[in-house]
């Protein structure tokens, strides 16, 4: 179990260096303040035994386990109210879910309404895997004609066409090129 002074240090290594290798003893002595180093490897000995630091290739790395929200394994009903149990099934991250540090996924602000109807709206994030094919169905950021869209990819006796998610907006036909960038995997909103 850590003191507050262990957690505190913990809390701000994370928040400086998350996911990196961590520096060197002397470069953190300095960033938190320490006259000496070796206050870094008090404090690194403590959270090594408490596996909150793992070593590998005698290089520092905070446990990678340690990062993303806390998924609890019971639902909440959207319906009619129910006791809930406070059971954590594991730690999830937004990069693993949606494999953000993969280098062909990507991250982007909607702007606009047209698929409100799929409920994706206006500042929603939208994580897209980078691909040139698509299947009929799949929602896809595309280049068509002179723009790029986020729309519904639509295929049917070799026309293929995008289409909205709100009955505002017509179906986009390609009149020169339609260029699939890449097929959304999810949405991130923030309330």
Do not use: C
């Amino acid at each position: 179990m850590l003191t507050n002074k262990q957690q505190i240090f913990f809390e701000k290594l994370k928040e400086l260096y998350g996911k990196e290798v961590l520096p060197s003893f002397d470069i953190i002595a300095k960033d938190f303040g320490f006259k000496h180093k070796n206050s870094v490897w008090q404090y690194f000995n403590k959270l090594k035994e408490e596996d909150l630091i793992q070593e590998k290739n005698n290089r520092f790395y905070i446990n990678k386990d340690l990062f993303g929200a806390v998924l609890f394994s019971s639902s909440v009903k959207a319906g009619f109210a129910s006791v809930a149990e406070d059971s954590i099934e594991k730690r999830v991250s937004l990069d693993e879910s949606f494999q953000i540090d993969n280098p062909s996924t990507f991250l982007f602000t909607v702007s606009g309404d047209s698929m409100i109807d799929l409920g994706i709206f206006e500042g929603d994030k939208v994580v897209v895997r980078k691909t040139n094919i698509a299947r009929d169905g799949e929602i896809v950021i595309a280049y068509i004609d002179d723009g790029y869209t986020l729309k519904t990819y639509r295929s049917k006796n070799g026309k293929v066409w995008l289409e909205p998610a709100n009955s505002n907006y017509p179906n986009l036909y390609p009149k020169e090129q339609l260029i699939i960038f890449g097929v959304a995997q999810g949405i991130v909103r923030k309330l």
